[in-house]
């Protein structure tokens, strides 16, 4: 945030910046430069800032520069913690687990973006770069296409466009992406299956089948999918896995209050 915004309240500013630090130390700017570029403070400003953060246990100062906390780390497990959906989901996820033996994982919208709030790993011995905490973008992934099922052509437009820029030169990924008149085909198949399946676009050698959480209003409040490797994901074994993702997703449905149609 800039020195000066006009837009924070009144004597809000410093915790303003402490937080814009925080979230720039997690983006990635581990240097007083880079982090005072980042959240438009002065040099000062942000040692100034930093420093409080190290001595409250929200920052840590290492030769390499400042990196997130023990302090972020217990909050962020009391914030999962507190999060109704995944203790009410957990147990509909490890029998998911158990009977899949696939990596099982749950996640919410944010914006353009999914975040992921459980992970369950599978048996296989599969490492896949998902975490609990990370945010992908929707259009890019098995549980964010969950995510979009009942938005309109339009918002699915829109979501695939960020979601194509945000991947431009990212690692891991195929080189060409699905195009957008096939995507929405895919997306309309999707929608009247109830379910999504993520063929290699997140990352590559992966394949997940996903499906849809609703509340007792029938809204979109979440999503799981049920992810592995290709040796152990051919497509015939995604499309016979829908209907256990389809379960366990409406079980988790029910107890939110949802009655199906």
Request: one cysteine or more; a neutral charge.
């Amino acid at each position: 945030m800039p020195e000066h915004d006009n837009s924070i309240p009144p004597g809000a500013q410093a915790l303003f910046r402490g937080l814009a630090v925080i979230d720039a130390v997690a983006q990635g700017d581990t240097s007083l430069p880079a982090i005072g570029a980042r959240i438009g403070c002065t040099r000062s400003t942000t040692h100034r800032l930093a420093a409080a953060l190290v001595q409250a246990g929200y920052l840590r100062s290492t030769p390499n520069g400042y990196l997130l906390g023990a302090r972020l780390i217990e909050l962020g497990f009391k914030a999962r913690e507190q999060l109704p959906l995944v203790k009410l989901a957990q147990p509909h996820l490890e029998r998911l687990s158990q009977l899949t033996q696939d990596t099982i994982h749950l996640g919410v919208r944010e914006g353009g973006d999914v975040l992921y709030i459980e992970k369950l790993p599978g048996t296989r011995g599969l490492e896949m770069r998902s975490r609990v905490g990370l945010r992908m973008p929707l259009a890019l992934t098995g549980v964010g296409k969950a995510l979009m099922l009942d938005l309109d052509e339009a918002a699915w437009h829109a979501l695939y466009e960020e979601g194509l820029a945000r991947r431009a030169g990212q690692p891991g990924l195929r080189e060409q992406f699905t195009p957008w008149d096939e995507y929405r085909v895919q997306m309309r198949e999707y929608a009247a299956a109830g379910s999504s399946f993520d063929l290699e676009e997140n990352e590559l050698g992966v394949r997940c089948v996903a499906a849809p959480i609703r509340d007792a209003g029938g809204a979109i409040v979440a999503a799981l999918s049920v992810t592995g490797a290709i040796p152990f994901m051919p497509e015939a074994r995604l499309r016979d896995l829908r209907p256990e993702a389809i379960a366990c997703a409406r079980a988790i449905s029910h107890e939110l209050g949802w009655n199906q149609p």
